[in-house]
């Protein structure tokens, strides 16, 4: 891998340059050593990426060829790939992405990748600021194509990568945790000024509303709850619940029970921390 310079959870994408380098052995070639042959008028395997997406090619498509009739072919391609992104633990998650290299037209008997581990790998520092890439492993493996009934073998290159969060911690979850904690200013207001009570509750209820809508295009839409879709929510039953407290407490006294608002106030002064202290242990400390 020569470069990688976007990981993009909404397509589902990944961007980078990536070094292709097939050998194989073709005697027919023997007496053109030293000759560089244009690919489409040899033989070749046919490798494909079997992952979608638009890749363009900096090379031109001609193969070396070496003593013996070894053929090399090196290629670079640059573009975006189709990925699969496991979103449940965003945004403390790892992802493990896989691009696959695929001979189309020929089966196992005839085309065998093995790995060149000489090759594989990745440049020591690459062109991405979000995430932390980790080993690169080259593999090979076989897949059993439905349609011709036959078994093809298959280059899988696996790419580990941890997201750094800081950016996540400090422009989202901090300011999140910033608007649950003014819903509980209320506590310490007395009922008597309900205006002031439902001011800052409507307040906190709106500001949240808003903070939601900015973080909507962070992920694609999914069928499943992420880590901080689970804080998000949390936290906006809890902002919900400080309002109706506080129209609670402001009907109470209405109804003249003022030492009982002041016990109800006292409670939520506790209760409502806990709570936030546990969503906060449940979304993001207690990562399986």
């Known amino acids: 891998m020569v470069d990688l310079t976007e990981i993009n959870d909404v397509r589902q994408t990944l961007t980078g340059d990536f070094a292709v380098r097939l050998n194989w052995i073709d005697s ?15 033989w070749s395997p046919s490798v494909a990426f079997l992952n979608s997406g638009r890749l363009f ?24 790939l189709a990925s699969y992104h496991n979103l449940r633990d965003f945004p403390f998650d790892k992802q493990k992405f896989v691009i696959s290299l695929f001979p189309i037209e020929a089966p196992e008997d005839e085309v065998r990748l093995v790995v060149d581990e000489g090759f594989t790998g990745r440049r020591d520092v690459l062109n991405i600021s979000d995430w932390k890439i980790g080993s690169v492993i080259g593999r090979a493996e076989r897949q059993k194509a439905r349609a011709f009934d036959k078994f093809h073998s298959r280059f899988d ?12 911690l400090w422009k989202v979850i ?27 509750s409507a307040t906190s209820v709106l500001t949240l509303i808003a903070f939601i809508f900015a973080t909507t295009n962070m992920v694609p839409e999914l069928s499943y709850f992420t880590r901080l879709d689970l804080f998000i929510i949390g936290s906006t039953i809890l902002v919900f619940l400080a309002l109706l407290q506080s129209i609670t407490t402001s009907y109470l006294v209405s109804r003249h029970k003022e030492n009982l608002t002041i016990r109800i106030d006292k409670v939520c002064r ?14 993001f400390i207690a990562i399986g």
């Open 57 to 80: 090619t900096s090379r031109p498509r001609e193969v070396e060829i070496g003593p013996g009739g070894q053929v090399t072919y090196l290629q670079r391609y640059y573009g975006s």
């Open 174 to 200: 901090l300011p999140l945790c910033l608007i649950v904690a003014m819903s509980w200013c209320v506590f310490w207001i007395s009922p008597v000024h309900l205006n002031a009570q439902i001011g800052l």
């Open 157 to 168: 290159f696996e790419i580990n990568a941890h997201r750094i969060t800081s950016y996540y």
């Open 28 to 42: 027919r070639l023997s007496q053109f050593e030293g000759c560089e042959i244009d690919l489409d008028k040899v």
């Open 270 to 283: 506790l209760a409502f921390p806990l709570a936030f202290a546990a969503l906060v242990l449940v979304a």
